[in-house]
């Protein structure tokens, strides 16, 4: 191989010194926002491509190489002569953001830009690397649009190493922020950071003072202590009393007024703190559990079941206890040594310390006390114990029915929960439920903590199945076409036929010798409201064919006709002559209605009787609500009035 047949290194170098100069003109800021225009190195591209049109088509690889040990040597030589703070380090993101140009058009290796980033991360402290995040933060976009399955193992392996260098508990933001940028990365369904394997983590150890256990060795030492515990509960009592009594009335009463544990005895608190074990004797069982927490698998043993059961109900009971303790105290205290104690407290840098987490709380006997009072670390261990009962629970011969069809047979197990303990388990997730809905913004935390685990059931379920993919394959153009033109061939409005399927033959209306059938339907008589009087004569027709019927079924048919008109005759009645309903007799008395009045003075007929007045003394009837219609007549009948 000669340097003619293929570009080399200095070639490429003088290159990349041209984006670079042309990258200052074009940002002007020493930060790293904004990020190069891609459209503004399109020369420059064209420049690149030129320089690998000389060497031979067969060698990409030469040409990776060659592109590759240039930008190297520019990088290696910023970072030498430059430091993260100063505002000349632009170049670094400057050559970075030339590199993702270059590798997008597949003129250099797309993981490229992750191993600089990599060694950048290596070379600076943590503060450094936070700046250097804040890149990644903001190019993230850019960087996984294109080659994201050659460039997503070097993330992973860049974001893991990084993590490994910070500290849990003093960089928490930071650690974070690394696994924000992951779950953005990468897709829902990807199983790079999926435990296919069910593998816990056994190395998450929690060490506690040995000395403690000597009160679980011998059951009658614990009775002894429980039995002192009463013992001193009725002593302090009795001494309390007595002392109350000697003191007078108004003493008393100021006393009891100061602080209401002085005077107050209940019998239902001194139980539960009869029943509830000692700091002493409940601190070696309390941090017991964690070794449960980290490997539930222990638990399939019944003797391990046993204790968890034991230990978690008595954790619990000191749960109440305490919480019972600090409303009490909470009672007492001033509204203004409340505002104190809810103020956050800053750090130096802004930051909010009140509220810091934790990832692994202190285990020393002189701390249990203190850390057993906090609200915010008897949450967090009863969380992990709804962790571990919600596990148990997926054991029961119920759910395990469920998994049957499962192809990830490594996260399910042989073991089946007996009944006994099933239901242990659910009551005592019910009595953790109803503890951590306590407090203050209880309902919130414990509606945060279940819809939590109800979505991680689903992620269980879904890695049960072996992680099936989350995406659908793309629809090929051609299935688009097909699937696009039947949609709107199904919404486009047709075109009515000459004589639809199942109507009538209408065209007699159109032809000109049987005009005369539509002059008929133009005439009044079909939609005029008929006169009164036109019906009196048809319903005594109706009446004497009903008298003269011969069979039941023609006098039906007799008397519903009369119904009909007489509801006609009567809705028509109904606008000017309502003052005449009451002499009619159920409708056998029509003539009342077509009597002549008496004429007024003057020749003015005499004024109807008003409608309110009519209502007032008659309020049952309505004019619109004849009276003597038969319930079997069909009143839909084409009248012509409304």
Request: with cysteine; proline share 4%.
């Amino acid at each position: 191989m000669t340097r003619t047949e293929y570009p080399s290194v200095e070639t490429y170098a003088s290159s990349i010194q041209s984006w670079l100069r042309k990258a200052q003109h074009v940002k002007h800021q020493s930060s790293i926002e904004p990020a190069l225009p891609i459209s503004g190195f399109d020369e420059q591209v064209q420049d690149i491509a030129r320089i690998r049109e000389h060497g031979s088509a067969n060698s990409q690889q030469v040409h990776y190489a060659a592109i590759e040990t240039a930008i190297r040597n520019m990088f290696y030589d910023i970072l030498a002569s430059t430091s993260i703070d100063q505002p000349s380090f632009c170049e670094i993101w400057n050559l970075f953001d030339i590199v993702v140009i270059v590798s997008d058009n597949e003129f250099c290796e797309p993981t490229l830009i992750i191993w600089l980033v990599e060694e950048l991360l290596d070379s600076q402290t943590i503060d450094g690397c936070r700046i250097i995040f804040d890149y990644l933060e903001s190019r993230r976009e850019r960087l996984i649009a294109k080659h994201f399955k050659s460039k997503s193992l070097a993330i992973l392996r860049a974001c893991n190493e990084l993590l490994r260098r910070l500290s849990r508990a003093e960089d928490t933001v930071f650690c974070g922020r690394v696994f924000i940028f992951l779950f953005q990365t990468f897709p829902l369904g990807d199983r790079s950071s999926v435990n296919l394997r069910g593998e816990f983590h056994v190395d998450n150890v929690t060490a506690y003072d040995e000395t403690y256990m000597q009160f679980l060795s011998s059951s009658d030492h614990m009775d002894v202590d429980v039995d002192d515990n009463k013992k001193s509960n009725r002593t302090g009592q009795d001494q309390a009393s007595s002392k109350i009594n000697e003191l007078p009335p108004s003493i008393v009463n100021e006393e009891a007024t100061k602080d209401a544990k002085v005077v107050k005895f209940d019998s239902k608190s001194l139980e539960s703190k009869a029943s509830a074990l000692d700091a002493d004797t409940l601190y070696p069982i309390f941090w017991s559990l964690q070794d449960y927490f980290s490997t539930p698998i222990k638990l399939f043993e019944t003797a391990n079941m046993k204790s968890l059961r034991s230990s978690l109900e008595a954790t619990l009971l000191k749960f109440k206890d305490v919480q019972k303790d600090v409303e009490i105290r909470s009672d007492s205290k001033a509204p203004e040594e409340n505002r104190r104690g809810k103020k956050r407290k800053r750090g130096s840098n802004g930051e909010e310390t009140a509220s810091s987490f934790n990832p692994k709380y202190l285990t020393s006997r002189d701390l249990f006390e203190l850390e057993i009072s906090d609200l915010a670390f008897r949450r967090h261990i009863l969380v992990q114990a709804l962790i571990l009962i919600d596990f148990l629970l997926s054991l029961t011969p119920k759910s395990k029915a469920k998994s049957e069809t499962m192809k990830n047979k490594s996260v399910l197990y042989d073991y089946t929960l007996e009944e006994d303990d099933a239901t242990w388990a659910l009551r005592m997730r019910l009595d953790i439920a109803n503890y951590l809905q306590q407090g203050p913004e209880g309902k919130f935390y414990y509606r945060m903590v279940d819809t939590v685990l109800l979505r991680d059931k689903n992620w269980v379920r879904w890695k049960a199945e072996n992680c099936p993919p989350f995406q659908r394959p793309s629809m090929s153009p051609d299935d688009f076409v097909v699937a696009r033109n039947g949609a709107q061939k199904a919404c486009t409005n047709k075109r009515l036929r000459a004589m639809p399927l199942g109507s009538l033959d209408l065209s007699f209306l159109s032809d000109v010798e049987t005009m005369d059938g539509m002059e008929k339907f133009k005439d009044s008589a079909r939609y005029a409201i008929p006169d009164a009087e036109a019906l009196k004569g048809p319903i005594a027709d109706d009446e004497f064919d009903a008298s003269i019927a011969t069979s039941g079924e023609d006098k039906q048919l007799a008397t519903n006709a009369r119904a009909s008109k007489l509801w006609r005759m009567l809705r028509i009645c109904s606008k000017n002559k309502l003052g005449a309903f009451d002499k009619i007799d159920d409708g056998n008395n029509l003539e009342a209605l077509f009597e002549v009045r008496d004429e007024g003075p003057e020749g003015e007929p005499a004024k109807e009787v008003e409608l309110e007045d009519q209502n007032q003394r008659h309020p049952s009837k309505s004019p619109d609500v004849p009276t003597s219609i038969p319930p079997d007549v069909n009143l839909a009948v084409e009248t012509g009035v409304e």
